[in-house]
């Protein structure tokens, strides 16, 4: 949909939802919200965080005749948190910048750059399509969609064994786990602090 200043929107109307083709483990996602003139109660906005093979979430906006309120769904639909507004956190006839962090099991939820959920899912999917789901609302209007990825460092590195005794022309091979599993990066680089004593290969073969 076109604006008056020629600007582009994506209309999503009551009943129809809209998804990433890519699936993203975690991410930033940000974007511009346009409610329309009329919400009526009950009307909510479903953004799939991560719809995948190993499970999904539901981030809910959720209009009600006392205010409003975010929270966090399973894929059950089991809430795990949710955080309740006297007043409409998103006002009809108004935008607002929206800011969704999936980092691991931790989940925030931006609107102009104030907090309003933050949450833990523990069985959250390891990655999976984002998207949008408009419930009630005659339609919401999206602008400027942007993925950028948000990346887990490594904390620690533990090996399945810590000390190992060899003869001479024995050879072990050891395994490393990068922490937390999550980590963006798990490439694990093999060396040996003293190669006259013992060597190690590029896969962990000492």
């Known amino acids: 949909v076109q604006d008056g200043s020629g600007n582009h929107w994506y209309r999503i109307v009551d ?3 809209a998804k990433s083709p890519q699936e993203f483990s975690s991410y930033v996602l940000t974007y511009r919200l346009q409610v329309p003139e009329e919400v009526p109660d009950n009307a909510r906005l ?19 005749a006392a205010g409003s309120s975010w929270s966090l769904a399973d894929a059950e639909w089991n ?24 980092n691991g099991p931790d989940v925030r939820l931006y609107v102009d750059g104030n907090l309003r959920l933050q949450a833990e899912h523990p069985d959250f999917s390891a990655k999976g399509q984002v998207g949008f789901y408009v419930e009630g609302f005659p339609y919401l209007m999206f602008d400027d969609i942007v993925f950028a ?7 620690g590195v533990e090996l399945d064994r810590t000390e190992v005794t060899l003869e001479d022309g024995e050879n072990v091979k ?3 786990a990068v922490l937390p599993g999550g980590a ?16 190690v290969s590029d896969d962990g073969v000492v």
Not at 79 to 100: A, C, K, Q, S, W
Not at 149 to 155: A, E, K, M, S, Y
């Open 15 to 17: 009943g129809a939802s």
């Open 46 to 64: 479903v953004i799939y965080e991560r719809d995948g093979a190993g499970g999904r979430g539901y981030v809910i906006y959720k209009k009600t």
């Open 79 to 102: 809430t795990l948190e949710e955080n309740v507004f006297e007043t409409d956190d998103l006002l009809p006839g108004h935008t607002y910048d929206i800011r969704l962090v999936a």
């Open 149 to 155: 990825l948000d990346r887990i460092p490594v904390t």
């Open 174 to 176: 050891l395994t490393a």
């Open 184 to 199: 963006t990066t798990k490439a694990v680089i093999w060396s040996s602090s003293d190669p006259a004593v013992a060597s």
